[in-house]
């Protein structure tokens, strides 16, 4: 029998194990370095995957991404001082923590407790791990936390990139830093306090549209038909406002029917409410003779449409 090896191939493969091995110990570094700034917090799972890791972190106190980017500078400090690392196996979890007391290990997912495999870094993080990593810290590279979140209340995701994942990312985000500072016509050092002071400016527009949403709906005039309808067709409107106040609306101004369409830059938003009018048959027809699509509960009807000018027909017709 006669085997065929393939060069292309086992570099491949060597070159993923290299990077697993990398991304292990990126990880271990990060995670280590957290778990001793946040005080009764533990590792439970980390998830590996395709471009970045995962680290779920049980904890009494919030874990912020302050804290994640404190441990994130110290890790990427053991990456340069390249520290040795090591493996040792003991007989038992109690053997191992005896000789290593701050040892890190979730005891429910040890497969082998008879044979517990400790990854020694430089003599300061010691971790209960079956995966393989590289000898020498300094292999790592890099190590770039990209986002920290709650799960639920005590659970954490910390998000995360070790090795020439995490070198291309600071090539893409310093790109995109670069591209922001030029549109913003600021340093990449006054980046914050410039998109601070667009905040603030979309902030007061947003009051502004939603006085403008209410003004239009409280003065834009009202119809009598076959009910008593409002029809609006306004750009730019406050959609998400204009539906909180919408029943207050009809009630203080004795409508039937309400009906909405504002363009918001990207496409024309529909608005339809009702009260004490059934509107089923009229929202059956919408997409029908005005295109678009939405949907909704009885008695409202939201989504787009792409002929205005149909729509607007169809509703003069139907309720006029």
Not at 137 to 146: A, C, F, K, Q
């Amino acid at each position: 029998m006669y085997i065929t090896f393939y060069p292309e191939l086992l570099y491949s493969i060597n070159m993923e194990i290299r990077e697993f091995s990398v991304r292990h110990t990126g990880e271990h570094l990060l995670i280590g370095s957290l778990v001793r700034r946040v005080p009764g917090s533990r590792v439970v799972r980390v998830v590996h995957e395709e471009h970045v890791d995962k680290a779920f972190i049980e904890s009494r106190e919030a874990v912020s991404w302050e804290v994640v980017l404190e441990a994130a500078r110290e890790a990427n400090q053991r990456v340069k001082e390249g520290h040795i690392v090591s493996i040792e196996y003991f007989d038992s979890l109690e053997e191992a923590k005896k000789r290593y007391p701050s040892l890190r290990a979730y005891e429910e997912r040890l497969e082998d407790k008879t044979r517990i495999r400790v990854v020694n870094i430089g003599g300061f993080d010691f971790s209960a791990c079956k995966n393989p990593h590289v000898e020498n810290t300094s292999s790592v590279g890099l190590i770039v936390p990209l986002r920290v979140s709650s799960v639920r209340k005590g659970l954490y995701e910390v998000v995360f990139i070790s090795g020439s994942e995490a070198v291309e990312r600071v090539l893409k985000d310093t790109d995109i830093l670069y591209r922001i500072s030029r549109l913003l016509g600021c340093s990449r050092e006054d980046i914050m306090k410039r998109v601070n002071n667009v905040v603030e400016e979309l902030n007061l527009m947003d009051e502004l549209r939603k006085e403008y949403t209410r003004y239009v709906l409280y003065h834009h005039p009202v119809h009598e038909g076959r009910v008593r309808y409002l029809f609006v067709n306004v750009r730019l409107l406050d959609m998400k406002h204009l539906m909180s106040i919408a029943s207050n609306v009809m009630r203080e101004r004795g409508i039937d029917v309400l009906a909405v369409v504002s363009w918001d830059g990207d496409k024309n938003s529909i608005f339809i409410a009702s009260r004490g009018v059934d509107i089923e048959e009229f929202k059956s027809r919408i997409m029908e003779v005005a295109g678009g699509s939405g949907g909704g509960r009885p008695g409202m009807y939201m989504g787009y449409v792409e002929d205005v000018d149909g729509f607007a027909s169809y509703f003069r017709e139907y309720f006029g």
